[in-house]
């Protein structure tokens, strides 16, 4: 037999104008096992609340009802009232007789009749709750960073700040990511590397950082608080604890690749760092051009090496870390231009994407900052193409938000470089941002020729003598409604910014959802949006959407506060109303198991039964619903909990 | 058609074959009853007891009903159409491991249930002549049923929705609560099941109309999507209640609803443990 | 046209539930009127005729007639606009109001009352066969529907015997389609006559399901387009030159004849490339001619350029200058071809039209697939 | 007497619980015979409930969760879809009138779509009359 209280509240008005408080008290007193039911004016007050814990001391009362406003509302206040007056919070029960009763009729009978027929429907429920206890779990103390681009950087750092331990995972041979591949930066022209390259140092000086470069997350287990992660260190065949960076050996290499970090318009060692300024600055050797590894003869940077660091028998190893908290800033892919035949990228070498461009300005880059064209030429005319596979159907459909930007400062670059006749030829040109507008407006001052229309053709098929050995470019100019052909030297396309090609692989391993290309999706557009459905892994950057540098390095601070919340804290609260499985009746048939958004119930297969984690389980019930033999229980909604109130509900 | 005789041969070399070779621990097929229209489920775990095996037109058990219970041997199992598909059913549940089975597929047709008479057919249950996964055929592949298998449904359907509940209101009043549908059913693998717990007490004990119709129902769902429509459940039944007719029901909802018939595919996830975005909100109407 | 514009939804709305729906997801981007072939040779502007039917201004009357309906804008719009269902619902709502040009008139006219776009006699339509060919009866596997173009139209008559020629040379078991067909429609439904079109297609299908057709062979994309997508029969629909490349890889007719030294090129008709998706066949059954040389144009299969006579477009006349076809034949020269090849019997008599008016006929030849197949069939 | 239903709803926290607040809140009114039970989400409905509950004595039930897509629990009322789905269809074999029984997506903000979905479901099962052929017969 438990001890009821009732306590009903008036609201003021807001109940007792249409329920007859008085007679619903009189009602729910004579209701079985209630020991007490009063009623008023305010319970949610102090002397209301005053009023509930002296009637659980008083009448030794284990559980409460508190017919008043919308659970909605105060449920967390009676809560802390119960709590504090020595009653586990989780037997307290509130009537919603106000949103969904005083205030939806204006007939007192009615009104009086339903909320009797509630408060009795809780009174059956509350007869079955049982207390839980708020459960507590070890948070380790370390942040895994995923991706050293500068989203990954800023996060790192920021964390590393705090004193906390940061683990920063790359998969090339440096940080940097794409922002080390630019030269200036809109809408103020800084020089990237001047901004971005103090913080790669930064991150190698930072004892609280552990940088693992050459390395890729091979697996993900556990949950908030407590991640296992498994990292892939792929073979470097360079010993990095015995290599000096003297680089000897890429000097004599003689092996050659395409430089991935020059977008193929210049070639590295088959030993090499990507660029002067990688972090860090010790090389690796690929394998696929390596003439050691080819032909079986060479070996001379081990000949060279005076540290004895090369090591052609490496092979991949694992590392095995324990995190708190996992932030994903795995950053984007541009989109592959070659299937958009006519803008004819790889039939004309004078066509090149907007990474290309970038190279090519850069003082550090293929043509020493030169805009040289692949056959030598110096363009006297080129035209920027906005919008390529950006905002349409039959590519990506929605806007990348940095072309525009990237594009005028392409505009500018190459006049300056140049001087020749520039054109951007944009859809609408969108410059919404800090400092963005003023720069659009800069740059019609310097007589940059602004073509609204998107680019339908670049052609080589010649019309006059005076469009001989250029590329045409057809375009509507829809401002005037007539068909342009464009003559130039060179094209540079601004091609879609897309998600990474394995960017699923890494949800499935994250537990991530992604939109429908592939972008990891936020927990909330608006409210949560550096948080996941999965609790404990955060996103950064553009592989939640395309982003400029100003938004990346916002969200990598946010995400960086969000990890910090979580290993902040040496323990963690978990949700108590958990479901839990009866495992004498579980008949082991994994319906839990598949449906389960959580990963929270697992197999055991050697018992045959299910078991559910519950530092993982969010409290909804799928799982119980799916259950056949009723063997999960979902504390707080059981089953019998759900029953006995409808039973009471439909009594009156 | 292969003959029911080349098929018991077939049946008793393959097994002999099977143990010898020591490649299944044993075989779950049918041996001789009190008579030849009563075989019964005989297991044979040596090549000696493989001689024992027999197959008829009476051998209408599921076997699946017994596979489900040695889920880590490697077993063989003999199986018509409605059995492979219960295998296929439980290897998509994860109770069975389909590595660990060699199925022995029977094309069946003519079958037919030695306490009534009736022939096993698309009118009544275990429409599927062919086994839909197996490992060796023990007969010739036969034509399948030409007639929709839910034809049988038209004259419940066309009922009034009174006529209908006073259908089942009836056959449900009959009940005995004697439990044999479930212990037949080769889905019904649950220990315990939902009826006896006793928290909560989704019905009384004893059989009343009210328990019985909660007992039925809450079974008929839990059997959604997962009934290969083997009959075994409504043979069993001591009095009778033409159970089939409910799950022939369901099963047709499914395949409308979510375009997936139980059993047929070892890739399929059961579909009430699956969704897609575009159900759509129509199958709700 | 007044300076100043007062949209006219009324009108929007009209050419919306004509089926131009689409046109309401256009940005203006011009990327259908950049891609347009007509945009540089004349005033028309699709862009422009998307723009008018969003506000419903007048004006649009000028430009709904220039559209071939070459699908060329469609592949290319980054919205989804279904331009040419909003081309075919503005000349629905306008030619409702009696706005058809003269030129089309007849062709509305012609089929409307002879079943066939060239004033044919009806029962003249099989005349081309010269008895020669058996018709279509129950039991054959095959139904060669020439279009009404290849009945009655001179150039391409020769087009249809050709085909007959292959079918029964490869021994297929097929039939004509009786006299009492007629056009499949295409054109008069681009041209916005709805009703008529559904009267050409009722007439055709009752003979399709009357003979029990299984499968159908086309001569002319526009007929394979139209049976495909607008009929909805249970046959299937092929185009010849699916079928003559799939004879040739079995073996069943293989070209013998030496071709060196022939240098051919090969113009993707609109309605077999980028409405039918077919670009491969024609060219493998050029490839088969012995010795022979491709030599393709610059703008080919999805990037292939229009005959300017699809959309009704071959019954429209169009000034020197702003014919598609004759841009379309110096292109082919300038491969070093010889002869240009093609599939379509507008494309034939657009193109055999150009080569003429431009006194080009010792330059290039012009052959249908199946006729260049034909000649270097046998040595 | 005009015959007055028992309709039990039952509503999931995130979105049609609060949705009814919301009607409250804006004060719009509606039909009071329905009696909500607050569940985390719709995928907590056994099918049984269901059939509890028109045993209890319901003579419609209303249930209302997020719109698909919506649910905070990610995918909770995708599964729910399936299994109400199926047991409408089961209470429309069984016999019973498949307009007692109705399921709404109405999210946090719908609070007149709230009110409206109960007002014509109300109207609806008044049309049907008493349930009495599951509910428990006590004498």
């Not at chain 1, 670059?413 to 941002?433: C, F, N, P, S, W």
């Not at chain 2, 018509?80 to 597929?105: H, P, T, W």
Request: charged residues 25%; proline residues 4%.
């Amino acid at each position: 037999m438990s001890r009821i209280g009732v306590f009903v509240c008036h609201c003021g008005l807001n109940i007792a104008k249409t329920v007859r408080v008085s007679e619903v008290v009189e009602f729910a007193a004579n209701l079985p096992e209630v020991v007490i039911a009063e009623e008023y004016r305010f319970v949610c007050s102090t002397p209301g609340q005053e009023l509930i814990a002296g009637d659980i001391k008083k009448y030794n009362l284990d559980r409460i009802i508190v017919a008043a406003c919308s659970p909605l509302m105060h449920e967390k206040t009676f809560r802390k009232v119960a709590e504090a007056a020595g009653l586990n919070q989780y037997l307290v029960t509130i009537v919603n007789i106000r949103e969904q009763c005083s205030w939806v009729t204006e007939d007192e009978d009615v009104a009086t009749k339903k909320a009797k027929a509630l408060i009795n429907g809780a009174v059956y429920r509350a007869r079955l709750l049982a207390p839980l206890v708020s459960r507590f779990i070890d948070v380790n103390p370390e942040v895994v960073v995923v991706g050293g681009g500068i989203a990954g950087i800023q996060t790192a750092l920021e964390i590393a700040a705090v004193g906390r331990k940061v683990y920063l995972v790359e998969r090339t041979p440096t940080i940097g990511g794409h922002m080390a591949q630019f030269d200036k930066t809109f809408p103020t022209l800084d020089c990237s590397a001047c901004i971005l390259t103090p913080k790669m140092d930064a991150v190698l000086q930072n004892p609280n950082i552990e940088l693992l470069t050459y390395c890729e997350v091979a697996e993900v287990k556990g949950f908030v608080g407590n991640f296992d992660v498994k990292i892939r260190q792929k073979a470097r065949y360079v010993d990095h604890a015995k290599c000096n960076a003297c680089l000897a050996c890429v000097e004599k290499c003689p092996g050659k690749g395409e430089s991935e970090f020059d977008e193929g318009l210049a070639k590295r060692k088959a030993i090499y760092i990507p660029f002067p300024q990688a972090v860090p600055q010790k090389p690796v050797i690929d394998r696929e051009t390596c003439t050691y590894f080819i032909k079986g003869k060479c070996r001379l940077c081990e000949k060279i090496c005076e540290q004895k660091a090369i090591d052609y028998e490496q092979a991949d190893s694992y590392i095995e870390i324990k995190a708190g908290a996992i932030v994903a800033a795995t950053g984007y892919d541009l989109m592959d231009v070659k299937p958009l035949a006519q803008y004819g990228y790889g039939r004309y070498p004078a066509v090149y994407h907007a990474l290309e461009i970038e190279r090519l300005f850069n003082s550090a880059g293929p043509t020493a900052g030169k805009v040289v064209m692949r056959d030598g030429r110096e363009p006297q005319s080129i035209a920027i193409l906005h919008c390529i596979g950006s905002r349409d159907k039959n590519n990506y459909e929605y806007c990348s938000r940095v072309c525009c930007m990237y594009s005028l400062k392409f505009a500018h670059l190459l006049k300056e470089k140049t001087h020749g006749d520039v054109y951007q030829l944009y859809i609408d040109m969108r410059a919404g941002g800090k400092g963005y507008e003023e720069f659009y407006s800069r740059l019609l001052e310097e007589d940059v020729k602004f073509i609204r229309g998107k680019a339908a053709t670049v052609t080589h098929r010649t019309k006059n003598p005076e469009e001989e050995g250029k590329l045409i470019v057809e375009v509507d100019d829809t401002l005037t409604g007539k068909f342009a052909r464009i003559p130039v030297d060179m094209v540079v396309l601004a091609p879609a910014m897309k998600p990474r090609a394995d960017a699923k692989d890494m949800a499935r391993m994250l537990n991530l959802s992604t939109d429908k290309y592939g972008f990891f999706m936020e927990k909330h557009p608006k409210l949560a949006p550096l948080s996941t459905m999965t609790d404990g892994v955060f996103i950064a950057g553009a592989c939640q959407s395309p982003k400029d540098i100003p938004d990346t390095v916002s969200q990598a601070t946010g995400a960086a506060a969000e990890a910090l919340t979580i290993v902040s804290k040496a323990k963690m609260e978990l949700e108590a109303a958990t479901a839990m499985v009866n495992a004498a009746a579980c008949s082991g048939c994994r319906n839990c198991v598949t449906v389960c958004p959580y990963s929270a119930p697992s197999m055991n297969e050697e018992k045959g039964v299910s078991e559910i984690n519950e530092a993982l389980c969010k409290g909804c019930g799928l799982c119980a619903a799916a259950c056949p033999t009723s063997a999960i229980i979902t504390r707080h909604f059981t089953n019998e909990q759900v029953m006995a109130e409808m039973e009471g509900l439909m009594e009156f | 058609m292969t003959a029911f005789k080349d098929i018991e041969e077939r049946l008793k070399e393959k097994a002999k074959d099977l143990l010898e070779k020591g490649e299944v621990e044993c075989v779950f097929a049918y041996g001789r009853g009190y008579d030849e229209r009563h075989p019964r489920p005989y297991v044979a775990k040596t090549k000696e007891d493989a001689e024992n095996l027999v197959f008829n037109e009476y051998c209408t058990f599921n076997l699946a009903r017994y596979a489900v219970k040695e889920p880590r041997k490697k077993i063989a199992v003999a199986a018509k159409g409605a059995d492979s598909r219960a295998l296929v059913q439980l290897i998509q549940e994860g109770k069975l491991k389909r590595e660990n089975l060699v199925i022995l597929g029977i094309p069946a047709a003519g079958m037919v249930d030695a306490k009534s008479g009736l022939t096993l057919d698309e009118k009544t249950t275990g429409a599927f002549a062919n086994p839909v996964v197996y490992d060796v055929l023990l007969g010739d592949k036969l034509p399948e049923a030409k007639n929709s298998p839910y034809e049988v449904l038209g004259e419940l359907e066309g009922l009034s929705g009174d006529g209908r509940w006073e259908f089942w209101r009836k056959e449900f009043a009959r009940c005995l609560r004697c439990f044999a549908c479930r212990k037949a059913c080769p889905m019904c693998y649950c220990d315990p099941c939902f009826m006896d717990q006793s928290r909560p007490r989704w019905a009384d004990k004893s059989p009343t109309l009210d328990g019985n119709t909660m007992y039925h129902l809450t079974r008929f769902y839990h059997l959604a999507g997962r009934c290969v429509d083997c009959g075994e459940c409504t043979r069993a039944c001591p009095v009778d209640i033409p159970l089939y007719l409910f799950h022939k029901r369901l099963a047709k909802d499914c395949e409308e609803m979510f375009n997936q018939a139980a059993g047929m595919k070892l890739e399929d996830k059961p579909v009430l443990v699956d969704f897609r975005v575009e159900d759509g909100d129509e199958i709700l109407l | 046209m007044s300076s100043v514009i007062t949209p006219y939804l009324e009108m929007s709305q009209a050419i919306a539930e004509a089926g131009g729906e689409a046109f309401k997801k256009c940005y203006q981007c011009g990327t259908c009127s950049g891609t347009c072939p007509w945009t540089p040779i004349s005033e028309f502007s699709i862009r422009k005729l998307v723009r008018l039917s969003q506000l419903g201004l007048e004006g649009i009357e000028d430009l709904m007639w220039s559209c071939s309906t070459c699908k060329f804008c469609v592949d290319r719009c980054p919205r989804g606009v279904e331009i040419i269902d909003l081309v075919t619902s503005v000349r629905n709502v306008y030619a409702g109001g009696g706005l058809l040009p003269q030129t089309l008139r007849t062709l509305v006219g012609s089929l409307s009352s002879r079943g066939n776009p060239w004033s044919g006699d009806q029962e003249k339509r099989n005349d081309w066969a010269q008895g020669k060919y058996p018709l279509y009866a129950e039991g054959m596997e095959y139904l060669f529907f020439p279009c009404c173009t290849g009945c009655y139209d001179q150039r391409n008559v020769s087009v249809s015997r050709a085909t007959a020629e292959l079918l029964t040379r490869a021994g297929l078991s097929w039939g004509l389609a009786g006299a009492e067909v007629n056009c499949c429609g295409e054109s008069v439904k681009k041209v916005g006559d709805y009703e008529l079109f559904d009267r050409l297609k009722g007439n055709n299908a009752g003979i399709f399901s009357g003979l029990k057709a299984r499968k159908i062979i086309t001569a002319s994309p526009h007929c394979h387009f139209t049976f495909k997508n607008e009929y909805g029969g249970a046959y299937e629909v092929i185009h010849i030159t699916e079928l003559l490349a799939e004879l040739i890889k079995e073996g069943r007719l293989t070209p013998k004849k030496d071709a060196s030294g022939l240098k051919v090129t090969y113009h993707d008709p609109c309605y077999l490339g980028r409405h039918g998706g077919i670009y491969a066949a024609p060219r493998e059954i050029i490839a088969a001619l012995p010795g022979v040389e491709l030599c393709e144009m610059d703008r080919i299969r999805e990037g292939s350029i229009c005959c300017g006579g699809g959309g009704g477009g071959l019954w429209v006349e169009r000034m020197k200058g702003e014919r598609l076809s004759d841009f379309r034949i110096e292109e082919a020269m300038e491969t070093g071809a010889s002869v240009i090849t093609t599939a379509c019997p507008y494309c034939i008599a657009m193109i055999d039209d150009s080569i003429r008016t431009a006194n080009a006929e010792d330059r290039i030849k012009l052959k249908d697939v199946t006729e260049i197949l034909i000649d270097y069939l046998e040595e | 007497m005009d015959f007055e239903p028992k309709i039990l709803g039952i509503a999931c926290n995130w979105c049609t619980y609060t949705g009814a607040d919301l009607a409250g809140t804006t004060r719009l009114k509606y039909p009071q015979n329905i009696r909500v039970v607050r569940v985390m989400c719709s995928s907590r409905i056994n099918p049984s409930f269901i059939f509890r509950a028109f045993q209890l004595g319901a003579d419609g039930v209303l249930v209302g969760g997020c719109h698909p897509g919506d649910c905070h629990y990610g995918t909770g009322n995708m599964y729910a879809r399936r299994r109400l789905a199926i047991t409408k269809k089961m209470l429309e074999f069984a016999g019973i009138e498949p307009g007692r029984f109705r399921v709404e997506w109405i999210s946090a903000s719908e609070g007149n779509r709230f009110a409206e979905v109960v007002g014509e479901f109300t109207g609806q099962v008044k049309g049907l009359g008493p349930q009495t052929k599951l509910k428990i017969k006590t004498d």
